[in-house]
């Protein structure tokens, strides 16, 4: 199971993400029974299991409908017009695929201005310089498999987002699904 980060805020810190399971549902797959997903899913690895008492709670939840990644502009481009895969503990022994590989079906900037308190409305997210009212960065939040906007903002900190920037990197959206902002 993937669990959130330790430097995620308390209610969040090494608890479970569900991404695999949001991922899953965003692909319309039937997790109740884990039908068609046999061939991908190894279960009770990592704790993993589609039969699990939880799933009803997190298919009502939201489905994780896109990816946000660190690259540099070259990278973005190169992403568009290919296949994701969706791996857990990618590029280790105990890589584990958990869905089938899909199209990406598009790539977009994403540019996050994050100050201290999201709840007043002072933090700002662009998407192709089109600035996001509140509540679509809130649907997008959960789109990225979050719980809310200040979960996002927690973890798309300032900090992280510099770090990335010195290395040349920005932060980009990788949709596998029709949804686009």
């Known amino acids: 199971m993937t669990e959130w980060s330790k430097d995620m805020p308390e209610h969040l810190a090494e608890e479970p993400t569900y991404f695999i399971e949001k991922i899953l549902n965003s692909m319309h797959y039937d997790l109740k029974t884990g039908a068609e997903l046999n061939k991908y899913l190894q279960y009770n690895k990592y704790g993993y299991s589609c039969k699990s008492d939880l ?83 809130h649907e997008l939040a959960k789109n990225d498999g979050f719980n809310n906007g200040y979960d996002f903002f927690a973890y798309f900190n300032q900090e992280r987002i510099e770090s990335y920037k010195k290395e040349g990197k920005y932060p980009y959206i990788i949709h596998w699904t029709d949804l686009k902002y």
């Open 55 to 137: 799933i009803n709670e997190i298919i009502n939840q939201n489905s994780k409908k896109h990816t946000i990644r660190f690259m540099t502009p070259e990278r973005a481009k190169q992403w568009e017009g290919n296949m994701i895969d969706f791996y857990v503990k990618d590029r280790t022994k105990d890589a584990f695929k958990f869905a089938p590989r899909v199209p990406v079906t598009t790539v977009q900037r994403i540019k996050i201005i994050h100050h201290r308190d999201f709840i007043k409305g002072v933090s700002a997210i662009f998407i192709n310089d089109n600035r996001l009212s509140d509540q679509n960065i």
